[in-house]
């Protein structure tokens, strides 16, 4: 569950240094002027944005990889909620549930908390956070950025910025290895 609730995956995914052995994994966070960090990772990958972007918003595919109960309302304003019990049922509280402030297909997905299950450390801070995913075509294939923004001082803060230092390398780790794998 740990390295999943990242998603959202996104989103977002904040120690201010990679995890160890996360060679491939890019660590570019940083403080805002205003005190609040921004967890920053990326990763190359070698696939097409196309192929890259069903990892984050494709149903099927999100069920393969990474979340067995998940929905996607894929447009402005819509909601990914996903869970990585396989029992959960969706509007459920043992789901996570974010709302998709905007995307471009194939290149941006900004998320919102909503809720999530009970257990994730520094959860209260959540909400705050906002998680942007960009993708960008690259020679080799695409870079893909996991930012989550708006990590205040405090501890709930420090401890959800932890948590999503170590996952959101382990996802993007993941989510290369699908991406580069031979389609199905």
Same mark, same amino acid.
């Given at each position: 569950?740990? %390295?999943? +609730?990242?998603?959202?995956?996104? !989103?977002? $995914?904040?120690? =201010?240094?990679?995890?160890? #052995?996360?060679?491939?994994?890019?660590?570019?966070?940083?403080?805002?002027?205003?005190?609040? %960090?921004? +967890?920053?990772?990326?990763?190359? !990958?070698? $696939?097409?944005? =196309?192929?890259?972007?069903? #990892?984050?918003?494709?149903?099927?595919?999100?069920?393969?990889?990474?979340?067995?109960?998940?929905?996607?309302?894929?447009?402005?304003?819509?909601?990914?909620?996903?869970?990585?019990?396989?029992?959960?049922?969706?509007?459920?509280?043992?789901?996570?549930?974010?709302?998709?402030?905007?995307?471009?297909?194939?290149?941006?997905?900004?998320?919102?908390?909503?809720?999530?299950?009970?257990?994730?450390?520094?959860?209260?801070?959540?909400?705050?956070?906002?998680?942007?995913?960009?993708?960008?075509?690259?020679?080799?294939?695409?870079?893909?950025?996991?930012?989550?923004?708006?990590?205040?001082?405090?501890?709930?803060?420090?401890?959800?910025?932890?948590?999503?230092?170590?996952?959101?390398?382990?996802?993007?780790?993941?989510?290369?290895?699908?991406?580069?794998?031979?389609?199905?």
């Amino acid at each position: 569950m740990r %390295r999943r +609730l990242t998603v959202i995956a996104v !989103i977002g $995914a904040l120690n =201010g240094a990679a995890p160890a #052995g996360a060679a491939e994994v890019r660590d570019s966070s940083f403080t805002e002027p205003n005190g609040e %960090r921004v +967890l920053q990772l990326s990763i190359e !990958i070698a $696939a097409p944005a =196309g192929r890259v972007w069903k #990892g984050f918003v494709d149903e099927e595919t999100l069920r393969h990889w990474n979340a067995p109960v998940v929905h996607v309302d894929l447009r402005n304003g819509g909601e990914i909620e996903e869970s990585y019990d396989p029992k959960a049922k969706l509007g459920g509280g043992q789901t996570i549930h974010h709302r998709i402030l905007t995307y471009l297909p194939e290149r941006l997905l900004v998320l919102q908390n909503i809720s999530t299950p009970p257990g994730l450390p520094g959860a209260a801070a959540y909400p705050k956070i906002v998680q942007v995913i960009q993708l960008q075509p690259t020679d080799a294939g695409t870079r893909v950025t996991l930012s989550g923004a708006g990590y205040g001082t405090d501890a709930d803060a420090r401890q959800l910025y932890a948590f999503f230092a170590e996952g959101n390398a382990d996802y993007l780790k993941s989510l290369k290895t699908l991406s580069e794998a031979p389609a199905r």
